[in-house]
């Protein structure tokens, strides 16, 4: 195989295992075995290492040593420090879009205004809608014309991949959340940057609430089960028990 057929292949199983990941059939805390994923993907077991490590440096995926990889859990505490650093980030790209948006850019915000219209009633697109949303987002951060603000914007994306499908579990939040990306994208059309600015702060800091009341009651339901049963959670080399609660990588933000 070439290096360049090799690198191909890492692409693909990147993305595969990513997308796994987004729609939570790996979830929260579960151990990522290069075995067993080789033969879910069909393909041998480097491409899986390589990629895993590219996951780990996007913070998806956690190495722990001699322990193997993981799919990244992650605390109240780094949510709230995540969505803290997003909002920096999103305001000052909406202030910018406002300012440096090109033709080219008004042209995709409106491909993808068509396509969200077309979602918005629709639970089972859920996989294309967590792709439009990272798209809205990143086009947004790369009309702003900072290339250093749109590659720090498409860092926080990767990461939070990780929470994007707790917003859109329901029909309602899942039509309020287009709701609020179309009214985005047409006030940076109409270079309203106040108006833009005050809907993406609390575009963010809905999602961050959100998340951190899950992560919440994860937690508390986790403190019940140590009450309840500290000689068999505590001090044990077990893998922690899964919660059905837990923030899984897939929610629209």
């Known amino acids: 195989m070439t290096s360049t057929s090799s690198g191909l292949l890492i692409d693909v199983v990147y993305s595969n295992l990513r997308g796994l990941i987004v729609s939570n059939a790996l979830t929260a805390g579960q151990k990522l075995v290069d075995r067993d994923l080789a033969e879910l993907l069909g ?79 629709d639970l089972s697109g859920h996989a294309k809608a967590v792709e439009l949303d990272i798209q809205i987002h990143e086009l947004i951060a790369r009309a702003s014309g900072n290339t250093s603000l749109h590659q720090a914007m498409q860092n926080v994306l990767h990461k939070v991949m990780c929470f994007i499908s707790v917003e859109i579990a329901g029909q309602d939040s899942l039509v309020a959340a287009h709701q609020q990306h179309q009214s985005l994208l047409h006030l940076i059309k109409e270079r309203d940057a106040k108006r833009a600015v005050e809907l993406i702060r609390m575009h963010v800091d809905t999602a961050k609430e959100t998340l951190v009341s899950v992560l919440q009651t994860r937690d508390q339901v986790w403190s019940d089960v140590l009450a309840v049963a500290p000689s068999k959670t505590r001090g044990s080399n077990q893998e922690v028990p899964k919660l059905n609660n837990d923030i899984h990588q897939g929610e629209t933000l």
């Open 43 to 121: 393909v041998s077991r480097t491409p899986i290492r390589e990629a895993l490590g590219r996951l780990a440096m996007t913070g998806l995926v956690e190495k722990r040593a001699r322990r193997g990889y993981y799919v990244s859990r992650f605390s109240v505490d780094e949510v709230k420090d995540l969505y803290e650093f997003r909002k920096m980030l999103e305001i000052h790209s909406v202030k910018l879009a406002v300012q440096n948006a090109q033709p080219s850019h008004l042209v995709e915000f409106d491909r993808v205004l068509s396509e969200l219209t077309k979602l918005s009633s």
